[in-house]
């Protein structure tokens, strides 16, 4: 059958993919068009609010950082066959990590509490996707459904704990007192002024770096080490995996324990290096979108790096759409990642057979 | 005495109450998950009916047009996701996320764009809801102690859709389990390829599922916006639809144990509003965020404890191809 047939390795990884983007975006064009509004002028303003000047570039690329980490995640854990839908969850309990340790810790020394922090928000995020892996591995409770369960539990989690503990009574705001700046990144204005480049106020920070960083850990430890070895053993065949010798149960709990700790780092970017405090609800839905970016790299960290890229620029041309036009508001964006992992994801191959069918006429000829 | 009984008689009701939209997606779940399609999807399907139902009963002061708009606008997700996962073979859980955060999206900018009210619908007149039915004879039976409060409380008093439910889910069970099409669903469920060997078309049975999967979360979500709402608020579904895919696995893909597993989870939310701001004996109040993570909690626990290697239909997750 044409589904399973070979096509060109550029096309492969290349035109097919944005066959499929470019099907996700027609669809949304036509939204845009169904609610009155004119969908070249809605992607003008689209592009020029996302790239168009210094600071929408910095905000670009400070929501591609959240993308790039959730998006891993569900990669990560997609080439151990799992379907990692917490990491909102995961990343929201993270930041109870790093506000812990920002909060409680500033006696210490920046060069100390700021790894720690970033290393709570990892635990935090592991520990959150660990037991709904533990619960699939050990229990058969299907993953998509329990960590579903745990981003509510999640939320009611973190609302009761910030609300009645660690709010500070001096503030209206559901939200903790700022971290000592000591326990905070760098942003990228101070790292860039260090180089006399004068760049604008941004709430794009160091976190950015421990994405890419994060990307190619991701790469190295899925294809290059004996543990990703297993993890994407158990991901294509479970029986394969016992026969030889890999224990499934443990590598799934593993899997989703990394990947948790990706969704985790989110928190980093958005609690200790954007908001300088703890507040509600500050994931935003970015956990979900890490789907998207992850179907649409392909699972490959270089991909995952691209998508991200491209969901950071629509959620901010998106912020500048939603204020210029009458008719539009920022959930646009979530219709147009719904349609991406629409494509991208579940009709991946829709074109495949008629490529295949070009090309093998081409290469007949 | 009377007191005791008005009390538990009105957490029961409230229980039915919150059991409908579990109990349809429920059953919708089973019809497609029966057919070898796992349907992650019953969440965003819900969600866009809910807002169908509530524009169209706004538009035409009806809520009878609301519940069949509701129903189109599912059926069309659904077939959606059958396009995706049965014609295309792709991955059925991924199309089915797609439907729900396509679902959220749709809903919140059409809202947005249509009634401009911050992304929900104008609230509904009564004329345009479903409103609660008395039955015969409330009046007269009322009178009599216990049985008068059951009667005019809890069987009594719900809306048009409650019964509906009701009635549905013996006609579920009858369709899946006494009929032509019942067994055969079943068996496209378990092994696609004998059915497909016995001349019977394996995409055409799992269409039909989906049609039957949409029609029933469509209903779903008219409940929730023209029945228990008076509008759509935005992401007003808040995990029913999983709440409901658990509720499937809990009660082993067969009707009426879903039913009670449905059943339980709506108990658990209707204790939980029962309990807030309530001290109880040797605990005190119970902070708010705790109880409201007590259905989601409760599944869990189910999914976890008590259900063990839940034994889905055999074939359900698998794209069918005539070649393998």
């Given at each position: 059958?044409?589904?399973?047939?070979?096509?060109?390795?550029?096309?492969?990884?290349?035109?097919?993919?944005?066959?499929?983007?470019?099907?996700?975006?027609?669809?949304?064009?036509?939204?845009?068009?169904?609610?009155?509004?004119?969908?070249?002028?809605?992607?003008?303003?689209?592009?020029?609010?996302?790239?168009?000047?210094?600071?929408?570039?910095?905000?670009?690329?400070?929501?591609?950082?959240?993308?790039?980490?959730?998006?891993?995640?569900?990669?990560?854990?997609?080439?151990?066959?799992?379907?990692?839908?917490?990491?909102?969850?995961?990343?929201?309990?993270?930041?109870?990590?790093?506000?812990?340790?920002?909060?409680?810790?500033?006696?210490?020394?920046?060069?100390?509490?700021?790894?720690?922090?970033?290393?709570?928000?990892?635990?935090?995020?592991?520990?959150?996707?660990?037991?709904?892996?533990?619960?699939?591995?050990?229990?058969?409770?299907?993953?998509?459904?329990?960590?579903?369960?745990?981003?509510?539990?999640?939320?009611?989690?973190?609302?009761?704990?910030?609300?009645?503990?660690?709010?500070?009574?001096?503030?209206?705001?559901?939200?903790?007192?700022?971290?000592?700046?000591?326990?905070?990144?760098?942003?990228?204005?101070?790292?860039?002024?260090?180089?006399?480049?004068?760049?604008?106020?941004?709430?794009?920070?160091?976190?950015?770096?421990?994405?890419?960083?994060?990307?190619?850990?991701?790469?190295?430890?899925?294809?290059?080490?004996?543990?990703?070895?297993?993890?994407?053993?158990?991901?294509?065949?479970?029986?394969?995996?016992?026969?030889?010798?890999?224990?499934?149960?443990?590598?799934?709990?593993?899997?989703?324990?990394?990947?948790?700790?990706?969704?985790?780092?989110?928190?980093?970017?958005?609690?200790?290096?954007?908001?300088?405090?703890?507040?509600?609800?500050?994931?935003?839905?970015?956990?979900?979108?890490?789907?998207?970016?992850?179907?649409?790299?392909?699972?490959?960290?270089?991909?995952?790096?691209?998508?991200?890229?491209?969901?950071?620029?629509?959620?901010?041309?998106?912020?500048?759409?939603?204020?210029?036009?009458?008719?539009?508001?920022?959930?646009?964006?979530?219709?147009?990642?719904?349609?991406?992992?629409?494509?991208?994801?579940?009709?991946?191959?829709?074109?495949?057979?008629?490529?295949?069918?070009?090309?093998?006429?081409?290469?007949?000829? | 005495m009377e007191d005791l009984v008005l009390q538990t008689v009105s957490l029961l009701a409230s229980t039915v109450r919150l059991a409908v939209p579990l109990i349809?997606?429920?059953?919708?779940?089973?019809?497609?998950?029966?057919?070898?399609?796992?349907?992650?999807?019953?969440?965003?399907?819900?969600?866009?009916?809910?807002?169908?139902?509530?524009?169209?009963?706004?538009?035409?002061?009806?809520?009878?047009?609301?519940?069949?708009?509701?129903?189109?606008?599912?059926?069309?997700?659904?077939?959606?996701?059958?396009?995706?996962?049965?014609?295309?073979?792709?991955?059925?859980?991924?199309?089915?996320?797609?439907?729900?955060?396509?679902?959220?999206?749709?809903?919140?900018?059409?809202?947005?764009?249509?009634?401009?009210?911050?992304?929900?619908?104008?609230?509904?007149?009564?004329?345009?809801?479903?409103?609660p039915?008395?039955l015969?004879?409330a009046?007269?039976i009322g009178?009599?102690p216990v049985i008068g409060t059951i009667y005019v409380r809890l069987l009594s008093g719900h809306n048009?859709?409650v019964y509906?439910t009701a009635?549905?889910v013996?006609?579920?069970?009858?369709?899946?389990?006494?009929?032509?099409?019942?067994?055969?669903?079943?068996?496209?469920?378990?092994?696609?390829?004998?059915?497909?060997?016995?001349?019977?078309?394996?995409?055409?049975?799992?269409?039909?599922?989906?049609?039957?999967?949409?029609?029933?979360?469509?209903?779903?979500?008219?409940?929730?916006?023209?029945?228990q709402?008076?509008?759509?608020?935005?992401?007003?579904?808040?995990?029913?639809?999983?709440?409901?895919?658990?509720a499937?696995?809990?009660?082993?893909?067969?009707?009426?144990?879903?039913l009670f597993a449905c059943l339980i989870f709506a108990f658990a939310d209707a204790l939980q509003g029962r309990l807030?701001?309530v001290?109880?004996?040797?605990?005190?109040?119970?902070?708010?965020?705790?109880?409201?993570?007590l259905p989601?909690?409760l599944?869990?626990?189910?999914?976890?404890?008590?259900?063990?290697?839940?034994?889905?239909?055999?074939?359900?997750?698998?794209?069918?191809?005539?070649?393998?």
């Amino acid at each position: 059958m044409s589904a399973g047939a070979r096509l060109p390795r550029w096309v492969d990884l290349g035109l097919l993919p944005l066959l499929n983007l470019a099907a996700a975006f027609l669809l949304s064009g036509l939204v845009v068009l169904a609610i009155g509004e004119d969908p070249i002028k809605a992607l003008r303003i689209l592009v020029n609010g996302a790239v168009g000047y210094p600071e929408a570039i910095a905000f670009t690329l400070y929501y591609t950082t959240n993308f790039i980490l959730t998006g891993l995640a569900v990669a990560l854990a997609f080439h151990a066959g799992l379907f990692n839908i917490g990491g909102e969850g995961q990343a929201y309990v993270a930041g109870l990590g790093v506000g812990l340790a920002c909060l409680y810790l500033d006696f210490l020394p920046g060069f100390a509490v700021v790894p720690i922090a970033i290393l709570a928000a990892a635990a935090f995020g592991a520990a959150w996707a660990a037991i709904p892996g533990w619960l699939e591995a050990y229990r058969g409770s299907h993953v998509v459904i329990t960590t579903i369960m745990f981003n509510f539990l999640a939320a009611a989690l973190m609302t009761y704990l910030i609300t009645n503990w660690l709010l500070d009574p001096a503030h209206g705001a559901p939200e903790t007192r700022r971290f000592a700046g000591h326990t905070t990144l760098w942003t990228m204005q101070e790292m860039l002024g260090w180089f006399g480049i004068k760049a604008p106020r941004s709430p794009l920070n160091a976190a950015f770096f421990l994405a890419l960083a994060a990307a190619v850990f991701v790469w190295i430890y899925v294809w290059h080490s004996r543990a990703g070895y297993r993890l994407r053993t158990v991901g294509s065949s479970h029986k394969a995996a016992l026969y030889a010798g890999i224990d499934p149960a443990r590598t799934i709990v593993v899997a989703m324990a990394i990947s948790g700790a990706l969704a985790g780092l989110m928190a980093v970017n958005e609690i200790q290096g954007a908001q300088a405090r703890l507040l509600l609800s500050f994931t935003g839905g970015y956990g979900f979108v890490g789907i998207a970016v992850a179907l649409m790299g392909r699972n490959h960290p270089v991909g995952v790096c691209l998508a991200a890229l491209l969901f950071g620029a629509l959620y901010q041309g998106g912020a500048e759409l939603a204020f210029e036009m009458r008719n539009i508001n920022r959930e646009m964006v979530i219709v147009i990642q719904g349609l991406i992992i629409l494509f991208c994801g579940a009709l991946e191959n829709m074109f495949r057979p008629t490529l295949a069918r070009l090309f093998a006429s081409r290469g007949a000829a | 005495m009377e007191d005791l009984v008005l009390q538990t008689v009105s957490l029961l009701a409230s229980t039915v109450r919150l059991a409908v939209p579990l109990i349809l997606c429920a059953l919708a779940g089973l019809f497609a998950e029966r057919s070898g399609v796992v349907d992650i999807g019953l969440e965003g399907k819900m969600l866009a009916g809910a807002f169908a139902a509530a524009s169209v009963a706004f538009w035409l002061q009806s809520a009878w047009a609301g519940l069949a708009a509701a129903m189109l606008v599912s059926i069309a997700f659904a077939l959606v996701h059958g396009f995706a996962c049965i014609t295309h073979r792709g991955n059925q859980v991924v199309a089915g996320m797609a439907l729900n955060v396509l679902a959220v999206g749709l809903t919140a900018v059409l809202a947005f764009a249509w009634f401009q009210e911050g992304g929900k619908t104008p609230a509904l007149a009564d004329a345009a809801r479903f409103r609660p039915l008395q039955l015969p004879f409330a009046a007269e039976i009322g009178a009599v102690p216990v049985i008068g409060t059951i009667y005019v409380r809890l069987l009594s008093g719900h809306n048009a859709l409650v019964y509906l439910t009701a009635a549905l889910v013996p006609v579920v069970a009858f369709v899946v389990f006494r009929t032509r099409f019942g067994l055969r669903l079943r068996a496209v469920g378990e092994n696609p390829h004998a059915v497909d060997t016995a001349g019977i078309s394996v995409a055409r049975l799992r269409y039909e599922a989906m049609l039957a999967s949409g029609a029933l979360c469509g209903i779903a979500g008219a409940y929730l916006s023209t029945a228990q709402s008076a509008a759509f608020l935005r992401e007003m579904t808040a995990g029913k639809g999983f709440l409901a895919l658990a509720a499937l696995i809990f009660g082993k893909w067969m009707p009426i144990p879903t039913l009670f597993a449905c059943l339980i989870f709506a108990f658990a939310d209707a204790l939980q509003g029962r309990l807030q701001g309530v001290e109880l004996p040797g605990i005190g109040e119970v902070p708010v965020q705790a109880l409201q993570a007590l259905p989601y909690l409760l599944t869990l626990l189910l999914l976890a404890g008590f259900v063990g290697k839940a034994n889905a239909p055999r074939a359900s997750g698998i794209p069918y191809s005539k070649e393998k």
